[in-house]
């Protein structure tokens, strides 16, 4: 990899985002010493090919814009990767030789879509999901020398799951009752797409194909469920059609993903926050902890020579791991400064107790302060290491992260709470932290700011509307502003998702997205606020924010605005730095804070 530039005479928080990374190498199947990782030494995230056992790397993708989503073919002789155009997430796939050469139309005959999921196996089979406005979804199987063929279409969401080792089985997660955030399955043959095996749990359950069995022949597929309130695991045999729950003695939501030889799950158990791994024997039921620090696994992969996994913490920067401690690869140049422990806080709300971390300055409070509001929203924060939290604790700003009701990680009911209520419900649980924090002597409640992206960028806009009294400033990352027409423009994916939060459409349901939607309490903004937005954002498109800023304008409130030519975020790090900058020294000027 290309060596990364001095970074010591920079600020702390300015080295922690140029500091190269690099992502859990995966691997090919039938050749595991040939990898392929994410990794950003030129200052733009691309793709790059390891041959572990020549000891080389290569750069696979080099873009302006960046490249995040790639994988290996089977044997090991190319490398697939989505081509989009600036970041809008609507594109094909590409193949290169693992070697180098040129880049080819992967799948040729499929046109431009949004990605529903792909999947390769041996022989140049590819399983290619494609989401479109005009098609809702379709499945293509790809084999050399054949057409493309159409194995699934519907006009709701759905995915490609796994293939079989074998190549002869699939499997999809759909939606055909309508509600995405609960998926059913479906495992057809892929020489017909003739239907194999179908699995639903009713209506509110959803179920996640975690992959088949691998080894040839077997039809075992490891699915989570969460048939008791939360994540957990099965084996269906699809073959047969029978089902066997796997019941663990740990709180808190698992997943897992099968060792080589199919007879133990690599389990990960995440609760509170936090994760850890576990080896789980099918045979006898035996569970036995890994040993990994604390803090939170983000990746890991079952190896022919052992377990691998991306680890951190709040305080300790991303590395990646062998089980026993040895580092697998190594990102050039300086390494990452570190930050403080998070401290975990609780508060009462009105939906139950509600869990958050707090990551603060050194010395008394109460600290100027930023709720830092996650995306999603089904996601969560957790202690992991994350650079513009470390750059607000260094400019003396504490950092309040709220695992609100939506958030992944506290069970289906805690998830699934928002729905009908969108946005009113997750902002209740981040109120009713602050004000907590507040009452506590923490954090200063006459200079606490809120933000956030994407989803948190949402709920920021809400939060200055609804509670306006509450906040001293607000930055809004490419966020929803106004939902109706946020639902006009965005991708058919995200359609298909806020139908199923919000029980309908803007056109079903019209009052729930009214109140649901930040243009609605516009009038009441009067606190400073910072935008930022994506020109080719699919996800919370352009448009809806400029109605949003154009009510604002209407009543005289002053804002700032900084728009990018990227999409949903950016892979550039001259960019996040940038945007990192701005973000700093607007909270900064407004909480009366000298910029670091």
């Not at 690099?22 to 390891?50: F, H, M």
């Not at 993708?61 to 809008?88: I, K, N, Q, S």
Request: charged share 25%; with cysteine; net charge negative.
């Amino acid at each position: 990899m290309t060596d990364s530039p001095d970074l010591t005479a920079l600020p702390l928080w300015e080295q922690r985002f140029r500091a190269a990374r690099v992502s859990l190498p995966d691997w090919a199947q039938d050749a595991p010493a040939r990898c392929l990782y994410l990794a950003n030494p030129t200052g733009t995230y691309e793709l790059y090919a390891w041959d572990r056992d020549a000891g080389t790397h290569r750069q696979v993708t080099d873009r302006p814009e960046g490249t995040a989503e790639g994988t290996l073919t089977p044997e090991g002789d190319a490398v697939w990767w989505f081509d989009d155009t600036d970041g809008d997430e609507y594109g094909v796939w590409r193949r290169q030789p693992f070697e180098g050469g040129p880049d080819e139309d992967a799948a040729p005959g499929l046109g431009a879509a949004y990605s529903a999921g792909l999947v390769l196996g041996r022989g140049g089979l590819a399983v290619v999901g494609r989401a479109d406005d005009d098609y809702g979804t379709e499945v293509s199987v790809l084999q050399p020398g054949r057409r493309p063929r159409t194995v699934y279409a519907s006009e709701e969401s759905a995915f490609v799951g796994d293939l079989s080792e074998d190549g002869t089985l699939l499997t999809i997660g759909h939606s055909e009752d309508g509600d995405s955030r609960h998926p059913d399955l479906r495992v057809i043959r892929v020489s017909d797409a003739s239907t194999v095996a179908e699995l639903s749990d009713g209506p509110g359950r959803g179920l996640h194909p975690l992959g088949f069995a691998p080894l040839m022949g077997d039809t075992r597929l490891l699915v989570g469920h969460e048939r008791r309130g939360r994540d957990e695991l099965l084996v269906w045999d699809v073959a047969n059609g029978s089902t066997t729950e796997i019941v663990l003695d740990l709180p808190g939501d698992v997943g897992a993903q099968w060792y080589l030889d199919g007879r133990a799950l690599l389990v990960e158990h995440e609760h509170l926050a936090r994760n850890e791994l576990y080896r789980y024997e099918l045979a006898t039921g035996a569970l036995e902890r890994l040993d990994v620090p604390r803090g939170v696994v983000s990746e890991a992969t079952v190896r022919p020579d052992g377990v691998e996994y991306s680890w951190s913490s709040a305080a300790e920067p991303g590395v990646v791991r062998r089980l026993g401690g040895e580092v697998v690869l190594t990102p050039p140049g300086a390494p990452c400064p570190p930050s403080v422990p998070v401290e975990d806080v609780w508060a009462e709300g009105p939906g139950g107790r509600v869990h958050a971390l707090l990551s603060a300055p050194t010395g008394e409070g109460p600290h100027p302060a930023v709720v830092l509001i996650h995306g999603g929203p089904t996601w969560h924060d957790a202690d992991s290491f994350a650079s513009d939290v470390a750059a607000y604790v260094d400019a003396g700003i504490a950092v309040v992260r709220v695992n609100y009701r939506g958030s992944t990680g506290y069970g289906s009911a805690w998830r699934d709470a928002i729905e009908g209520r969108v946005g009113t419900t997750e902002l209740e649980d981040v109120v009713a932290v602050r004000d907590a924090l507040v009452g506590a002597g923490r954090i200063d409640g006459a200079r606490t700011a809120v933000s956030g992206g994407s989803w948190g960028g949402y709920l920021t806009l809400l939060a200055l509307g609804r509670y306006p009294d509450l906040w001293a400033a607000g930055v809004g990352a490419v966020p929803v502003a106004d939902y109706v027409a946020a639902f006009e423009d965005e991708m058919e994916p995200l359609k298909a998702f806020d139908r199923s939060l919000f029980g309908g459409s803007p056109t079903e349901v019209p009052e729930r997205y009214r109140e649901s939607s930040p243009i609605t309490y516009v009038d009441a903004v009067t606190a400073p606020l910072l935008v930022l937005a994506g020109e080719n954002d699919p996800r919370c498109p352009i448009r809806q924010i400029e109605n949003y800023l154009a009510a604002l304008d209407a009543r005289g409130q002053a804002y700032e605005l900084y728009r990018y030519d990227a999409g949903h975020g950016s892979l550039v790090v001259e960019e996040r730095v940038k945007q990192m900058r701005l973000e700093l020294e607007f909270l900064c000027r407004h909480l009366g804070l000298p910029v670091p």
